[in-house]
T-cell receptor, first 114, second 113 residues
């Protein structure tokens, strides 16, 4: 089955700096890659996603890049703010998954210090 | 409702007792998923429902775990004879259909003592 690896597990940046989180996946049939943000005590919230026919997608301060050949994708957050502090999860989905269920990485705990 | 609703939000139970966790998906969403999130871990897929089709139970960790979805809407996840390793956040998610964006609820925090 699909295996998603996520790095780093923790990341600390100063406010205003950029943060980058990287994920790799194993199933070459994977075609959908969402990123979720989870704040303490809350459920994961989708922040951005990308499909395999696109190499990059941007939404304000957040961008995601996808390299299908290398089977990795990354989340980029620019001009970080304290409210960006949370756990971020990458995920991958392929047609071979159960009901298009997502396979998740283990998460990155991002801390943005003022 | 506006989002996926789960209850209870917190549950403390004694080892060996049965628990039921409820999920009310977003109105009109045909796909429903249950995930488990252990402390500091990623999300582990448990079970999936799509419309009136038979559920995919391939992620359930043991036969103590079961789930139902009545009328294609509300779902209940049941854990029988709970054990301490069952302590986790149980997340429910729904989607407009197969292959669409998946939206999560706030989760049910289960503690087995």
């Amino acid at each position: 089955g699909e295996n998603v690896e996520q790095h780093p597990s923790t990341l600390s940046v100063q406010e205003g700096d950029s943060a980058v989180i990287k994920c790799t996946y194993s199933d070459s049939a994977s075609n959908y890659f969402p990123w979720y943000k989870q704040e303490l005590g809350k459920g994961p919230q989708l922040i951005i996603d990308i499909r395999s026919n696109v190499g990059e997608k941007k939404d304000q301060r957040i961008a995601v890049t996808l390299n299908k050949t290398a089977k990795h994708f990354s989340l980029h957050i620019t001009e970080t703010q304290p409210e960006d502090s949370a756990v971020y999860f990458c995920a991958a989905r392929s047609n071979s998954n159960s009901g298009y269920a997502l396979n998740f990485g283990k998460g990155t705990s991002l801390l943005v210090t003022p | 409702g506006a989002g996926v609703s789960q209850s209870p939000s917190n549950k403390v139970t004694e080892k060996g007792k049965d628990v039921e966790l409820r999920c009310d998906p977003i109105s009109g969403h045909t796909a429903l998923y249950w995930y488990r999130q252990s402390l500091g871990q990623g999300l582990e897929f448990l079970i999936y429902f799509q419309g009136n089709s038979a559920p995919d139970k391939s992620g359930l960790p043991s036969d103590r775990f079961s789930a139902e979805r009545t009328g294609g809407s509300v779902s209940t996840l049941t854990i029988q004879r709970t054990q301490q390793e069952d302590s986790a956040v149980y997340l429910c998610a729904s989607s407009p259909g197969v292959g669409n964006t998946i939206y999560f609820g706030e989760g049910s925090w289960l503690t087995v003592v």
